[in-house]
């Protein structure tokens, strides 16, 4: 017998949930679903797994493609991919469909009832993304060349870095160096933020020149072998004050106490709680106003979500980020973060980029 491929083994752990959910099928339609479980890496396909066959859908232009990259039964649909599935679906006989409610649009869903209206389709919620929490060797390798790749990027970014540049200006620069050094891309749109602007989590490279005696916040990600890695770093243009340098103290020793804490069986919400309660001793709790870290992988944002009412205890094998921040509007902004593998008797911080305040 042919020794069981990483696609064949995620495919029997989620079709061992078939009966705890009540299908005979499901017909996963997430992109990064359909990836994780088949292999398959272009930007349309299905995937129908029964408890004996796994097909996928797709169409023409992934005709050569597909089946160098899966293990699965290819079937290239010259008309709509869901007609297609629904069609096989009932030329199989399958009656209880599962399907991805959170992660499909309604035109699909209209569809699906259409086609199959003799189906009973029920919706399975984070089932395939619960599964992608804990990840393989494989992934875990994965990961941490993107971590790697990424702060290889932002380490000869800072070298081309000058006083007069712009936020966008450096941005591009680290984009570039992603991408010379390997990367598929970029996992997010890089955050080049600089003073104020820092001060918004989510802030836009601007066309401003980064000002001096500020503070600088640079939050990126790379993909690397469809894995993602993120990390943020706030560093001091020129001289800081007083305030700013205790923000950056307040958020390195809040970053470092949740890491601390990280063990398998503790839940999400008790390292957010960690994150908080250190902010709370330096009075800059009511400034953090984000969760404390998500997983990664596949995907930029996954489950685990590391927040306040979050009870999924952490297990060896998750990758999640660690982030606390704090933004004081009109003023500055610091937020740090990491890359965490959670291990079996910790954690291991895969992201090798310096933590202490450097000076640019
Ligand atoms: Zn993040
Ligand atoms: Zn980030």
């Known amino acids: 017998m042919a020794e069981q491929t990483e696609f064949e083994a995620r495919r029997d752990r989620l079709a061992a949930k078939f009966s705890e ?3 005979d099928a499901v017909l996963v339609t997430a992109l990064p679903n359909v990836r994780y479980l088949s292999g398959f890496t272009g930007s349309n396909g299905v995937l129908l797994l029964t408890r004996e066959r796994a097909v996928l859908f797709t169409d023409p232009r992934y ?7 899966s293990d699965c039964q290819i079937k290239v649909a010259k008309r709509h991919l869901l007609k297609e599935a629904c069609a096989s679906i009932k030329r199989l006989r399958l009656r209880a469909i599962g399907y991805e409610r959170n992660r499909i649009s309604l035109q699909s869903f209209e569809q699906m009832k259409e086609y199959g209206e003799t189906l009973k389709l029920k919706p399975l919620d984070g089932v395939v993304e619960a599964l992608r929490t804990v990840k393989s060797e494989g992934e875990i390798a994965s990961i941490r060349a993107s971590v790697q790749l990424n702060s290889a990027a932002l380490a ?4 081309q870095f000058k006083s007069s540049m712009t936020e966008v200006e450096l941005a591009a620069e680290i984009d570039y160096r992603m991408r010379r050094l390997g990367a598929e891309g970029t996992a997010f749109e890089t955050i080049v933020a600089s003073g104020e602007h820092a001060a918004m989590p989510h802030a836009r490279p601007s066309g401003q020149a980064i000002a001096a005696n500020q503070l600088l916040l640079i939050d990126m990600g790379a993909s690397v072998a469809g894995y993602a890695s ?6 001091a243009v020129g001289k800081l004050d007083g305030r700013k340098r205790q923000m950056y103290k307040a958020v390195l020793q809040s970053q470092m106490a949740v890491i601390a804490a990280i063990k398998p069986g503790i839940t999400c919400a008790k390292l957010d709680l960690e ?5 709370a001793e330096f009075g800059m709790d009511k400034l953090f106003v984000h969760s404390t870290g998500h997983g990664l992988g596949l995907e930029i ?4 979500r590391i927040g306040k009412k979050e009870k999924v205890k952490l297990e060896a094998g998750m990758v999640i980020t660690i982030e606390p921040g704090v933004y004081e509007e009109g003023f500055a902004g610091v937020r740090i973060e990491d890359t965490v593998l959670v291990t079996a008797s910790g954690s291991e911080i895969l992201t090798p980029t310096k933590k202490d305040l450097l000076v640019l």
């Open 275 to 279: 994150a908080r309660s250190t902010l």
């Open 301 to 304: 944002h996954e489950q685990p």
């Open 156 to 159: 000869e970014a800072l070298t």
């Open 63 to 69: 005709a050569a493609q597909a089946p160098g990259e």
């Open 230 to 235: 993120d990390m943020t770093r706030t560093f």
């Open 21 to 23: 959910h009540r299908i």
